[in-house]
């Protein structure tokens, strides 16, 4: 789906040559989204994608997989934020967590935030992108320094295969169903990690957007409603990700998030800028067209 296009245009003067790069993010044969950055910090074909990182004018630095945008430093916290935070707040006391993918470590940062967390593995396939998060994007990254952080460059698919009974919380911060997250939005990986957690553990798994990706979140949707006794598909906006809505999806064991109200006390430390009490509650409502894709 995604084909790079980084265009250099250069228009001539006689006193100065002005250049202007551009990133042209194609999303579907019919969409791309321009991003006009000024320098492009890093970039490698790694052995899995082609990787970068870029200083862009609106949103600062972001990272590029496969020319596509996966985070920057200006909105990341909405995302980050929202893949942690309802799972973390709905387990009572968790401490063993496991982030599959997000190499970057924004997610794993917020799943730090929580006293009780006594171990955080990171499995991320791809370690050229923890190198260049470390480097690069410091105020993503820097949780992967705390002592609490295992980090294992390995194929999340494989890391949970066996796993029993493990983990509280499993976040699933995969790039887009193309290339090495395919198996990460499949039946066989759901089960293995529905073994890998405690019997009252819980998943979050990023499920793309309800716009773009209608069948893709249809589906993930229903295999976890198979695997897991309780289930829910919540939303919010990434500014910096395609057709507004982003969306996750839960399966729990045992713990209802919608039954839960999140304490203030552990929020009040935590100094958040986008989950709140109410947003929990309400990331949960749901728009009817969203609504009748899990029908
Ligand atoms: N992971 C999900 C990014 C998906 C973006 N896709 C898109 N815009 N088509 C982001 C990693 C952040 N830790």
Known sequence: MARIVYRQLIRGGFEAEIMEFWLNEK??????????????????????????????????????????????????????????????????????????????????????????????DLVEIDEKVIWACRKYLPTISSALSDSRVRILVEDGLKFVRGKENYYDVILVDSSDPIGPAVGLFGKEFYRDVYNALKEDGILVAQTESPVFNRELLSGVHSTIREIFPITGTYLTAVAT??????????????????????????????????YNAAIHQACFALPNFVKDLFE
Request: charged share 25%; proline share 5%.
């Open 27 to 120: 999303h579907t044969d019919g969409y791309a989204v321009s991003w006009k950055f000024s320098e492009t910090l890093y970039t490698e074909r790694t052995d899995y994608q082609h990787l970068a990182v870029i200083d862009t004018l609106e949103f600062g630095r972001a990272l590029v997989l496969d020319g596509i945008v996966q985070t920057t430093e200006k909105d990341e916290f909405i995302y980050h934020e929202m893949i942690a935070h309802p799972a973390m707040m709905t387990h009572p006391n968790p401490q063993k967590v496991l982030v599959i993918g997000g190499g970057d470590g924004g997610t794993i940062r917020e799943a730090l935030r929580y006293q009780s967390v006594t171990r955080a």
């Open 241 to 274: 990700y395609i057709g507004g809505f982003w969306s996750f999806t839960c399966g729990s064991k045992k713990y209802d998030p919608l039954a839960v109200i999140p304490d203030p006390d552990k929020l009040k430390d935590m100094n958040l800028k986008y």
